[in-house]
C-alpha cells in the first residue's frame, strides 16, 4: 500500500485523491461513482418518463370525462324536455287540464247568441255532458276555435249563471265561455283572458212602448226595468235610469226577454249581441241604441270586455287560450258573432 496523488476528471471536473489507493482499487472507486451517476440519470430519466405517462393519462381521462358529463348533460336536457311534455294531461305540452285530452268548457246554454242548447248537432253544435241534447253559439265556436288550436277534445258542460264561477275555482272544469265581463270583483277569484268580444251596452222595449222613441237614458225616466242576475246591466245599467223602478233580477237572459215581452217590465238592459238576437226571437221588440251620445250608458272597458275565466293556477292553460285569441281581431269576432245570430233558435225556453 503506498499513498499516491491521483488525477482525473469527475463530472467535468479535477479530480485528487490524497488516499492510500492501490491502482485497482482506485479504478473500483472511479467505477462505483460511474455507476452512481449512471443510476441516478436512469431515476431522473424515469421520474420525467413517469411523469410524461401519468400526464397523458390525466389528460385522456379529462377528455373522457368531458365527453361523459357532456353525454349526462345531454341525457338531463332529454329527460326535461320530455319530462315537461309527459307532465302534461292534456297531450299538449306544458298544458294540464281536468280530464287527459280534453277542454272541458262550462256555460249556461240558454244565452242566445252566446250559446244555447239544441237536439241536433246542426251548424256544428257540439253535445252536452250527460245530456242528450247539443250546445251551440259564439261561445261554442269560440271554444270550438280553441281547442283545435291546442289539439284537445271538447266538451261542454252545461251550468247555471251562478255556479260558472265557482266551477272554475274549484277545478270541475278548464274555462268558462259564456260572455263574462272582466271585471274587477271576478278578477279575484279567477284569470282572465284578453277579450274575445266587445259588446256595447243598449236596452230593448216594445215597439208600441211610450219608450220606443227615447233618444237617451234620461228618455227611460221613470221606467219598470230589470236585467239578468249578477250582471253589469243589472248592476250599473239600470241605476243610471232616472227614477228606475228596477224590478228584481232575473235568472237568465231567456228569462229577461220572457219578462219583457209578457208587459211585466217596460225595458230590460243587455248588450248588443243579445239584443240582436232577440230582435231575431221578438220582432216587435225594438233596440235602443244610445252609443255616441252624451246621455248613455256609462261604462268602463273591463264592463263591456267579455273574457274566459281561468282558474288562477292554471297560467299555462291561461297562456295558450291568449295565444289563440292573438291570432283574431275583432273582425273575425264580428263575423262569428253575425254568423251565430243568423242561425240561433227563434224561441227560447
Known amino acids: 500500500m503506498f499513498v499516491k496523488r491521483c488525477h482525473g476528471l469527475y463530472k467535468g471536473k479535477p479530480f485528487v485523491c490524497h488516499e492510500r489507493f492501490s491502482k485497482k482499487r482506485f479504478m473500483a472507486f472511479l467505477l462505483r461513482k460511474k455507476r452512481k451517476v449512471v443510476l441516478k440519470m436512469k431515476k431522473k430519466v424515469l421520474a420525467l418518463l413517469l411523469a410524461l405517462v401519468m400526464g397523458l393519462t390525466m389528460a385522456a381521462c379529462s377528455s373522457s ?21 309527459d307532465t302534461s294531461d292534456s297531450g299538449t305540452v306544458g298544458l294540464t287540464t281536468v280530464k287527459e285530452g280534453t277542454l272541458r268548457v262550462a256555460m249556461e246554454c240558454s244565452y242566445a247568441p252566446y250559446n244555447w242548447t239544441q237536439t241536433d ?44 264561477i265557482a266551477a272554475v275555482q274549484a277545478g270541475t272544469v ?46 227611460l225616466e221613470g221606467a219598470t226595468c230589470t236585467s239578468q242576475l249578477n250582471t253589469v246591466w243589472y248592476d250599473t245599467c239600470l241605476p243610471q235610469i232616472p227614477n228606475a223602478q228596477i224590478q228584481t233580477a232575473s235568472e237568465s237572459a231567456p228569462a229577461m226577454l220572457v219578462a219583457l215581452e209578457s208587459g211585466v217590465v217596460d225595458v230590460v238592459c243587455t248588450d248588443m249581441p243579445t239584443a240582436k238576437a232577440a230582435l231575431v226571437a221578438y220582432p216587435d221588440m225594438t233596440l235602443l241604441d244610445f252609443s255616441g251620445t252624451d246621455d248613455n250608458f256609462q261604462v268602463s272597458d273591463e264592463e263591456i270586455n267579455l273574457g274566459i275565466s281561468i282558474n ?21 269576432f264580428d263575423q262569428m258573432m253575425n254568423e251565430a245570430i243568423s242561425v240561433q233558435p227563434l224561441s227560447e225556453s
Open 121 to 164: 248537432d246542426s251548424n256544428g253544435a257540439v253535445p252536452i255532458a250527460d245530456s242528450s241534447d247539443y250546445a251551440y253559439g259564439y261561445d261554442v265556436m269560440m271554444a270550438k276555435k280553441i281547442s283545435e288550436a291546442l289539439g284537445l277534445e271538447l266538451e261542454i258542460v252545461r251550468l247555471d249563471w251562478e255556479s260558472l
Open 174 to 219: 278548464d274555462c268558462v265561455i259564456a260572455g263574462q265581463s272582466i271585471t274587477a270583483e271576478r278578477q279575484e277569484m279567477v284569470n282572465f283572458s284578453t277579450p274575445y268580444y266587445y259588446a256595447s251596452i243598449v236596452a230593448l222595449t216594445l215597439s208600441n212602448s211610450k219608450y220606443a222613441s227615447a233618444q237617451g237614458i234620461s228618455d
Open 65 to 85: 370525462d368531458a365527453g361523459s358529463t357532456a353525454s349526462t348533460d345531454a341525457d338531463t336536457t332529454t329527460t326535461e324536455t320530455t319530462t315537461g311534455s
Open 312 to 332: 288562477k293556477e292554471n297560467t299555462a292553460l291561461l297562456d295558450a287560450v291568449n295565444g289563440v285569441l292573438a291570432t283574431m281581431t275583432t273582425d273575425d
